[in-house]
């Protein structure tokens, strides 16, 4: 398995190209601008996209979705709790004053414990609303595709529209479950492990700090 990523438009988000090197298949997670440059970069990797996988449908994850689906004619998997967030797009560009093309409806419903794979790689997903209703993050093969859910020393925030602090704990006590070496790469800025952040993020600690994505 080979993990490529670019960080893109004016919020710095993470943007994923999993390929599995021995089909060279590949799917793209959370595309989240420069429909332009995403779609150069996933020519030069050499592998055939097949799908689309969204974290969660704030517009700094999903805002390349049109033009990388202009090019390739490939499925985008969301949560179904995700479609207000989606809908709300242009209205929160425009209040950002950032470019924004909205992206059709996805083709596939994502839910907890669903089994997704690209090429001989399998993921399971697990919803972990809190930083929005549908969020959900793609865990296997020793990763975890984390979206805005765990940062390096950090976590999303809560304070967007709908987002819930409460559910939000929830769903880092369950993403604390799981294994202590798998690599988390996150929405925004570097990777880290499960265990590097259950031992010192102190939102995990019960610190407080002002939480970003």
Not at 107 to 126: H, I, N, W
Request: proline share 7%; charged share 20%.
């Amino acid at each position: 398995m080979k993990i490529l990523a670019a960080t893109v438009g004016e919020f710095q988000e993470n943007t994923y190209l999993v390929i599995d090197e021995a089909t060279r298949r590949a799917v793209l997670v959370d595309p989240g601008a420069e429909p332009d440059r995403v779609v150069k970069w996933i020519r030069a990797s050499g592998a055939t996209l097949d799908a689309i996988w969204l974290t969660h449908a704030h517009l700094d994850h999903v805002g390349a979705v049109a033009g990388v689906t202009r090019e390739w004619a490939v499925p985008v998997h969301m949560h179904p709790a995700d479609r207000p967030t989606l809908a709300r797009g242009p209205q929160a560009a425009a209040m950002y004053g950032v470019a924004f093309e909205a992206p059709s409806a996805p083709d596939r419903e994502l839910a907890e414990g669903d089994s997704v794979s690209v090429g001989d790689l399998t993921f399971s997903v697990m919803h972990v609303p809190g930083h929005a209703p549908g969020h959900v993050v793609f865990h296997g093969n020793g990763i975890v595709l984390g979206g805005d859910l765990l940062f390096a020393g950090s976590i999303g925030r809560t304070d967007l529209a709908g987002g819930d602090p409460r559910a939000m704990e929830e769903s880092l006590a369950r993403i604390c479950e799981l294994d202590d070496d798998l690599v988390v790469y996150p929405g925004h800025g570097p990777a880290t492990t499960i265990g590097q952040e259950r031992s010192s993020n102190p939102f995990l600690l019960g610190a407080t700090r002002s939480a970003r994505g």
